[in-house]
């Protein structure tokens, strides 16, 4: 072999052998270096709401699983190449609950703890309130709650209460109550977390007063005469009046010797009204009468002298109904009679308008009839539809009526009255009817097909210094209820238009009161309105 050739070998080989141990190292690299596996959170909280929330994971290695505990059904894991997403339920337990993940990348492994908050507890009974006769008696009471378990504090300080848990509720027997005395037991149904639900349980005493059957929840008849019999009331006969009334007349057997009636309608399972009728006036005038009505939840509402009358009113609102209690007792002295009124009381909120429904109240006792039609054909947004000259001075323009063009609030139409002044052949608008398709804006109807105004309309009339005046009746199913304000001079009335074909409307009256001659003003525009509603 020449030299050259010999050096050629020589740098072939050396450049294979540097070859060589250069990938050798590579490999050596590869299998000696440190995996990492890092997240973003280790402690994760949650709150007991659903939820999301992203955790950024940081590895070298090709890849990374993640598992999650078992028992944890209420967390869900989904992952991209450089997160962990979780995803949980709502936690309405009311307890902290928590669970493992457990994150791997080739040999690398870590831990994170997921902690999700309870919601706070919630709890409520059926009543808030049990009113117990002086006999006592057994009441059950539904509690409800988010999940929790609950206990019953406080009845162990009552030796008159026995209280049974149940799975879902509790049973009390309420012992006789054999002293003068009201007695009042307040328990508590008490949770882990979260505030406890108070039950009030208030037992009337053996006193002389007896008062009408009044149960936490609705009134049917058949409790109202088991009552009167557990009670040991004497039946004395039945009466039955000519519109469907049933009256039902006891000896109370109490210590005032009162004559006692449940008053039932018709087709109304709950009474409509109980009078005690007892002989002396002490017993609806004194301090102690009012004291045991307080005590039981009534208000005095008013007092007041009517002919040789002293009256008292009170009322005891409940969320089934509202009872009214009035005491009459003559001012010479004499029997003394009260009577619960038993009222039902608006079952759900209803839609009302936005402002009281004035319309144009500026025009009242100031504009004419040309006055008006103006307004109604640009502001009002109707048009004349008719009108009537008067019959005493045809020169005048009495009655117009005219009707809706948009209908807004479902506003159908306006009735108008005007009254002839000094100057011949002008009249002044006196009063005016408008009239809406949707009566529930104004007027609620209750089992017995009456109508009564809406607490929100009430909140209108309060906000805008209106007083209730009064409430009549024409016929069975029509209504008129008023309310005044006597520093605007001005009366708004409401009623329930009925249409032949079972529809019914709502109708608003507004008009001005004379101060110096209230009633004569008010029965005149009371009488347009009927007649009115009548055509």
């Excluded at 050798?24 to 890092?38: F, H, K, N, T």
């Excluded at 006792?365 to 109604?376: C, G, L, T, Y």
């Excluded at 019959?391 to 306006?414: C, L, W, Y």
């Excluded at 909140?459 to 009746?473: A, C, N």
Aim: charged letters at 25%.
């Amino acid at each position: 072999m020449s030299i050259m050739k010999k050096i050629k070998s020589i740098l072939s080989c050396g450049v294979v052998a540097m070859t060589l141990a250069g990938c050798q190292q590579v490999g050596i690299s590869d299998e000696s270096r440190e995996i990492y596996l890092e997240a973003s959170e280790e402690i994760i909280t949650l709150t007991d709401t659903a939820t999301s929330k992203e955790i950024n994971i940081e590895t070298n290695a090709k890849g990374w699983i993640a598992r999650l505990s078992e028992g944890s059904e209420w967390l869900h894991l989904n992952r991209n190449p450089s997160a962990l997403i979780l995803s949980s339920d709502g936690n309405a337990t009311g307890k902290e609950r928590s669970a493992t993940i457990t994150v791997e990348a080739e040999n690398k492994v870590i831990h994170l703890l997921v902690r999700q908050r309870g919601a706070a507890t919630k709890i409520s009974l059926s009543e808030k309130q049990i009113n117990v006769p002086m006999r006592g008696g057994l009441y059950t009471v539904n509690v409800s709650g988010n999940g929790t378990g609950w206990k019953i504090d406080g009845a162990e300080l009552y030796q008159w209460i026995v209280v049974q848990q149940a799975h879902n509720g509790m049973s009390l027997q309420i012992l006789k109550n054999d002293t003068p005395s009201t007695r009042i037991g307040k328990i508590y149904v008490v949770t882990e977390s979260g505030t406890p639900a108070e039950l009030v349980i208030v037992q009337e005493g053996d006193s002389p007063y007896t008062l009408p059957y009044m149960p936490a929840g609705p009134i049917y008849q058949t409790e109202v005469l088991r009552d009167a019999r557990e009670r040991e009331m004497f039946f004395i006969k039945t009466e039955t009046k000519p519109r469907g009334e049933t009256i039902y007349h006891f000896n109370a057997g109490d210590k005032a010797k009162s004559k006692v009636q449940y008053k039932f309608r018709k087709g109304i399972e709950r009474y409509i009204s109980f009078t005690v009728v007892t002989e002396g006036s002490d017993y609806g005038i004194s301090d102690d009468f009012e004291t045991h009505l307080s005590r039981l939840g009534f208000g005095l509402t008013s007092k007041n002298i009517s002919g040789a009358i002293f009256i008292k009113n009170y009322v005891r609102f409940t969320p089934h109904y509202t009872v009214v209690a009035q005491v009459q007792v003559p001012t010479a002295g004499g029997q003394t009679t009260v009577v619960y009124y038993i009222e039902e009381v608006q079952p759900k909120p209803m839609p009302t308008f936005d402002n009281l429904p004035y319309r144009n109240p500026a025009l009242l006792n100031k504009a004419d009839f040309f006055a008006v039609k103006k307004w109604e054909e640009n502001e009002g947004e109707s048009v004349e539809v008719s009108r009537e000259r008067g019959q005493k001075n045809p020169n005048i323009i009495a009655r117009a009526e005219f009707s809706s063009v948009t209908n807004k609030d479902t506003h159908m139409g306006t009735v108008y009255f005007f009254e002839e002044v000094e100057v011949p052949y002008i009249s002044k608008l006196s009063q005016k009817i408008d009239i809406y398709g949707d009566i529930s804006l104004a007027l609620w109807r209750n089992s017995e097909g009456r109508y009564f105004l809406t607490n929100e309309m009430k909140r209108l009339l309060k906000d805008e210094g209106f007083e209730f005046k009064t409430r009549s009746q024409t016929g069975p199913n029509q209504e008129w209820i008023s309310y005044l304000n006597m520093s605007q001079g001005m009366a708004m009335l409401f009623t329930n238009i009925n249409q032949p074909d079972g529809r019914v409307f709502l109708g608003i009256s507004i008009f001005k009161i004379a101060n110096e001659n209230e009633e004569t003003s008010y029965n005149i525009a009371l009488e347009n309105a009927r007649n009115a509603i009548r055509r």
